[in-house]
């Protein structure tokens, strides 16, 4: 298995412009969590969705994020407008939730620069 | 809330020598996770830690988990330059997802 990907690998991008990532699971999983990374507050969990149904979005910093899960295989997290203060690692994680193990496991994460 | 703190927050220390990384956590749990992350790159999973009393040894990294005292370890021995990183642990309040706590960079020097 590939392992979760993600999309772009960087992106930079103007203040007020909506930006999409896009995440990729391992096949077969069924939760999927999106965090984000800064200096300042570590990672924060924003979102997970488990049979592709959001469970808990409690860790979305405001209405100009949203995330989805269509299918099994795929899921966006889009920020619309961008600002300067969401500049962050954005990292999509997968886990099957089996005997009560729920290790996840990371993709590479999408690096966001909004100036 | 669940609460997942590390310490120490940095860490640097000579090779060869020991150390122990203490994770503490505010509510109750037995499912806890430890992962490693090198500079500018992913997370990588390092123990899965199930129950109480669970230990997990890999190389020269023991991780252990106390879940009535709501504690685990990450004891290093003998370090060496290539575990430099940060580590993080991160709980399961069994709600299906992970809480991850502060980090802790280890840097290891000659």
């Known amino acids: 298995d590939a392992g979760v990907i993600q999309s772009p690998r960087h992106e930079v991008t103007e203040m007020g412009q909506e930006v999409t990532l896009r995440c990729k699971p391992i096949s077969g999983h069924n939760s999927l969590f999106w965090y984000r990374q800064t200096m300042m507050r570590g990672l924060e969990l924003l979102i997970y969705?488990?049979?592709?149904?959001?469970?808990?979005d409690s860790g979305m910093p405001e209405d100009r994020f949203s995330a989805k899960m269509p299918n099994a295989s795929f899921s966006t997290l889009k920020i619309q407008p961008s600002e300067p203060r969401d500049s962050a690692v954005y990292f999509c994680a997968s886990s099957l939730s089996s005997l009560g193990n729920t290790e996840a496991f990371f993709g590479q994460g999408t690096r966001l620069t909004v100036v | 809330e669940l609460k997942v703190e590390q310490n120490p927050l940095f860490l640097s220390m000579q090779e060869g020598k020991n150390y122990t990384i203490y994770c503490n956590y505010s509510t109750t749990s037995d499912r806890l996770y430890w992962y490693r992350q090198d500079p500018g790159k992913s997370l990588e999973s390092l123990f899965v830690l199930l129950s109480n009393g669970a230990v997990k040894q890999e190389g020269r990294l023991m991780a252990s988990l106390d879940t009535k005292a709501r504690l685990s370890t990450l004891h290093i021995t003998a370090a060496v330059h290539d575990l430099s990183a940060t580590y993080f642990c991160a709980v399961d309040p069994n709600t299906d997802k992970l809480i991850f706590g502060t980090g802790t960079r280890l840097q290891v020097f000659p």
């Open positions: 969705f488990n049979n592709n149904v959001p469970i808990d």
